[in-house]
């Protein structure tokens, strides 16, 4: 599977459409956040499963055990290949979580990357995660080799933080392309670094080519 998941942050169905139909060479699984899935859910959705790709539902559940379990039932019935939930929300409702049958991917949200934080925390939360049966988790480009160390192999690690040259936003633990697939990310996580370039689709090839 492609390394690439391209986070549609766009809150207009036409752009996203345009979007995955633009980038299925490249990318394999495409992010729907809560923007976009407020806005068109169930639309762009469709979309991606008839272009043949799979979705990375990230609505970052943080609940009560019960409605957590109930959110990743739903999401199973959408048919995602994967979701996110808060580490932070603790050992009962990640246990809840990952209680589902057949359900889809979980990976949890370490520390968000637009926080600044130790690695000790990181791997407290991941550790956490792990243990409660979660797949895998998001976190920084900065904590990859740390996480594969004190979790394993099998464990998923999806970064965000992603960005191809030095700048100032939200973003704080952030890498390049190749050092996060050097480090060994399972998936590397990308949105405004190729979204709010002048050609987004010639943008993506350039990390798809340089990242193989
Ligand atoms: O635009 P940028 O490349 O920073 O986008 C990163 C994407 O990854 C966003 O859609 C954001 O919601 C998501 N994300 C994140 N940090 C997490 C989990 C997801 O930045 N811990």
């Not at 806005?39 to 043949?52: A, F, L, V």
């Not at 739903?74 to 290949?81: D, I, N, R």
Request: charged letters at 30%.
């Amino acid at each position: 599977m492609k390394k690439i998941i391209l986070a549609l942050d766009v809150y207009d169905f036409n752009k996203a459409e345009k979007l995955v139909k633009e980038t299925v060479t490249y990318v394999d699984v495409y992010k729907v956040g809560p923007m976009l899935f407020l806005r068109c859910g169930g639309r762009i959705m469709r979309t991606i499963k008839d272009n043949g790709k799979e979705i990375f539902l990230d609505l970052k559940f943080h609940d009560i055990p019960a409605i957590v379990k109930l959110s990743v039932e739903s999401a199973k019935e959408l048919g995602v290949f994967s979701l996110t939930v808060h580490s932070v929300g603790g050992k009962d409702m990640l246990v809840a979580a990952t209680s589902v049958k057949n359900r889809p991917k979980i990976w949890a949200v370490t520390v968000l990357t637009s926080q600044v934080s130790s690695e000790e925390e990181v791997i407290k939360m991941a550790k956490l995660a792990r243990d409660c049966g979660v797949d895998g988790v998001i976190s920084s480009p900065l904590e990859i080799a740390l996480i594969r160390k004190e979790c394993g192999e099998e464990f998923n690690v999806v970064t965000p933080g992603i960005r191809l040259k030095k700048v100032d936003d939200d973003q704080k633990r952030v890498a390049t392309p190749e050092i996060a697939i050097k480090e060994g990310a399972d998936f590397i996580i990308i949105g405004r670094p190729i979204l709010n370039t002048v050609n987004p689709v010639e943008t993506l090839k350039n990390i798809y080519d340089k990242i193989g």
